[in-house]
């Protein structure tokens, strides 16, 4: 067990649709990534956050977006859901969001099915 | 830019070293990780290495970073049914905050 949460594990939804991905951090980390894992494209980095404010982006699409609130915990929202947004959504959390060896640590993940 | 390549598939018999390579193409990394997904589940962290290392060893994993060739590698030894997985090869891109991940290789371990 990482320390780090995602809920919920599972999400089926129609194309057009909006969701919301739910993740907790780790104790003491104050940075949270998020990554989409889809058998094309492999793992890709979505956007990163620390301390509440938004650090690096990735590939992530307009229709897509983030938060970190003061507790730390993030949501990553997608709407106009297409099917190829059907994906695993993970979440990581690190102490400080830097360069160094900082460690990302993994959630369990989100399975997202887009019909 | 950023790119990290695996061999997509390994298969060996329990008790049998395994090897996994990877290769990058950011000659700036300054650290390459190691991270195992078993079936339904989120990704472990196995090991990290630093640029300036050639060699680090964690039990029964020994990781071979030759920084000349950009060619990373992780040998399990012993390696045992539970061992079976996708393995990641991961680098810290130029941004230097997010990791940019390999496709993965499965490893198949027969008893």
């Known amino acids: 067990d990482s320390g780090v949460t995602q809920t919920p594990k599972h999400l089926i939804t129609a194309t057009g649709q909006r969701v919301t991905l739910r993740c907790s951090p780790r104790?003491?980390?104050?940075?949270v990534y998020w990554y989409q894992q889809s058998l094309d494209q492999g793992l890709q980095f979505l956007i990163q956050y620390y301390n509440g404010e938004e650090r690096a982006k990735g590939n992530i699409l307009e229709r897509f977006s983030a938060q970190q609130f003061p507790d730390l915990h993030s949501e990553l929202n997608l709407s106009s859901l297409e099917l190829g947004d059907s994906a695993l959504y993970f979440c990581?959390?690190?102490?400080?969001?830097?360069?160094?060896?900082?460690?990302?640590?993994f959630g369990p993940g989100t399975r997202l099915t887009v019909l | 830019g950023e790119d990290v390549e695996q061999s997509l598939f390994l298969s060996v018999r329990e008790g049998d070293s395994s090897v996994i390579n990877c290769t990058y193409t950011d000659s700036s990394s300054t650290y390459l990780y190691w991270y195992k997904q078993e079936p339904g589940a989120g990704l472990q962290l196995l090991t990290y290495?630093?640029?300036?290392?050639d060699m680090k060893q964690d039990q029964r994993l020994t990781v071979l970073l030759n920084k000349k060739d950009k060619h990373l590698s992780l040998r399990i030894a012993d390696t045992q049914t539970g061992d079976s997985a996708i393995y990641f090869c991961a680098e810290k891109g130029q941004a230097g905050t997010a990791l940019i991940f390999g496709k993965g290789t499965t490893l198949s371990v027969s008893s």
């Open positions: 104790s003491g980390d104050l940075s």
């Open positions: 990581a959390s690190s102490v400080e969001g830097s360069g160094g060896v900082d460690t990302q640590y």
């Open positions: 290495i630093f640029s300036n290392m």
